[in-house]
């Protein structure tokens, strides 16, 4: 879902990152690990968000939250 939601643009990258945090969430994944895989997205996450040449962006407005993603720390 989360590299679905990258790939299309349909939500902001925030949005998605959290998506695949609720996602890691259900999974009964341990709070530790969790955090460092949505840190990893959130931190890395930029460049195949921003790679035009590999999505459609339905919405390139969207495509601005790169910085600061601490803010989003759960």
């Not at 790939?7 to 969790?34: H, K, M, N, P």
């Not at 999505?55 to 759960?74: H, I, K, M, S």
Request: proline share 3%.
């Amino acid at each position: 879902v989360h590299d679905c939601l990258y790939q299309t643009g349909a939500v902001s990258r925030r949005e998605a990152d959290g998506v695949f945090y609720e996602a890691l969430t259900v999974d009964d994944i341990s709070a530790w690990r969790r955090w460092l895989m949505w840190a990893g997205v959130r931190v890395g996450g930029w460049a195949a968000y921003k790679n035009t040449d590999r999505f459609v962006n339905l919405n390139p407005d969207l495509a601005t939250d790169e910085q600061a993603w601490w803010r989003d720390a759960p």
